[in-house]
T-cell receptor, first 114, second 116 residues
Framework: DAGVTQSPTHLIKTRGQHVTLRCSPI?????VSWYQQVLGQGPQFIFQ???????GRGNFPDRFSARQFPNYSSELNVNALLLGDSALYLC?????????????FGPGTRLLVL | AQSVAQPEDQVNVAEGNPLTVKCTYS??????LFWYVQYPNRGLQFLLK??????LVKGSYGFEAEFNKSQTSFHLKKPSALVSDSALYFC??????????????FGQGTTLQVKP
């Protein structure tokens, strides 16, 4: 079975630009979560979506937004990029997003903001 | 506030020796605990989780973890380390009843170096 897929794998942007990252969950999974991993730190929660509705939001500015589509894939959008947005962005999927479930992670998108 | 601590930035062990990677947590309510491994330029791979039941949890690749409620710890262990186990290990927690039902809180990570 295919795991979580993310695109693109790498991205270079300049300050002030906008970026869209994409994620396809494991087949049958309806919940998608997004995390930001800055070099040398553990991943930080950004968003969770389940059945196209936002279930939770981490402590990130409004420049960060996301959505989930009817096929359960998801997009993470970041506007007005800052140098500090440079990070590995991880997508994770799970069945229904409950506390008990394992979240399975994709390979990530590495974003560099210059 | 809920948090996870991994007190060691790096653990060094010789191949064939047992390894332990430490994790402590601070949560209100019952914790749901997870271990993930990250290889260079890769995403996180799930190793094992504790939800309820037996305090010793067995996972992938020969890893196991021991849940200790009184010490609020969830240390990762393996009886005999392999060079291929060298990677970055993350402990994470989720708490029942949180409105953020899918939110994982991660520790800072521990780099495991297994030397031949």
């Amino acid at each position: 079975d295919a795991g979580v897929t993310q695109s693109p794998t790498h991205l270079i942007k300049t300050r002030g630009q906008h970026v869209t990252l994409r994620c396809s969950p494991i087949s049958g999974h309806k919940s998608v979560s997004w995390y930001q991993q800055v070099l040398g730190q553990g991943p930080q929660f950004i968003f969770q979506y389940y059945e196209k509705e936002e279930r939770g939001r981490g402590n990130f500015p409004d420049r960060f937004s996301a959505r989930q589509f009817p096929n359960y894939s998801s997009e993470l959008n970041v506007n007005a990029l800052l140098l500090g947005d440079s990070a590995l962005y991880l997508c994770a999927s799970s069945g229904t997003g409950t506390q008990f479930e394992t979240q399975y992670f994709g390979p990530g998108t590495r974003l560099l903001v210059l | 506030a809920q948090s996870v601590a991994q007190p060691e930035d790096q653990v060094n062990v010789a191949e064939g020796n047992p390894l332990t990677v430490k994790c402590t947590y601070s949560v209100s309510g019952n914790p749901y605990l997870f271990w993930y491994v990250q290889y260079p330029n890769r995403g996180l791979q799930f190793l094992l989780k504790y939800i309820t039941g037996d305090n010793l949890v067995k996972g992938s690749y020969g890893f196991e973890a021991e849940f200790n409620k009184s010490q609020t710890s969830f240390h990762l262990k393996k009886p005999s380390a392999l060079v291929s186990d060298s990677a970055l290990y993350f402990c994470a927690v989720r708490v029942l009843g949180s409105s953020n039902t899918g939110k994982l809180i991660f520790g800072q990570g521990t780099t495991l170096q297994v030397k031949p």
